[in-house]
């Protein structure tokens, strides 16, 4: 199951996954926190902030991806993982 911030910030849904053994990946709500251990980012704006940007010359954490449109133009644009349960349980039943 693959939901946005609606779904994933509901506790009762996110239950009723688990109840039925479904694995998810929902979204949070960008000021949401999560569990998480007292060193690593509580909020998906926190981890975003860890993450270190250079310049294209020097990205560090961020990687390059080329978007190619249907009208036939690209631009280059970059994507980086921001971390975020870094070291939680990966059991869904720890929520």
């Known amino acids: 199951m693959v939901a946005d911030c609606a779904y994933g910030d509901n506790d009762d849904y996110r239950a009723e996954l688990r109840r039925f053994g ?49 009208d036939g133009r690209h631009e280059t644009w970059w994507a980086a993982d921001a971390s975020l349960d870094h070291g939680a349980p990966t059991s869904p039943t720890a929520w």
């Open 22 to 70: 479904l694995a998810y990946v929902l979204a949070l709500n960008r000021r949401a926190g999560s569990w998480a251990l007292a060193y690593v980012n509580p909020t998906p704006v926190d981890a975003a902030r860890v993450l270190a940007w250079c310049g294209p010359d020097d990205p560090a954490g961020w990687t390059r991806v080329e978007r190619r449109f249907c």
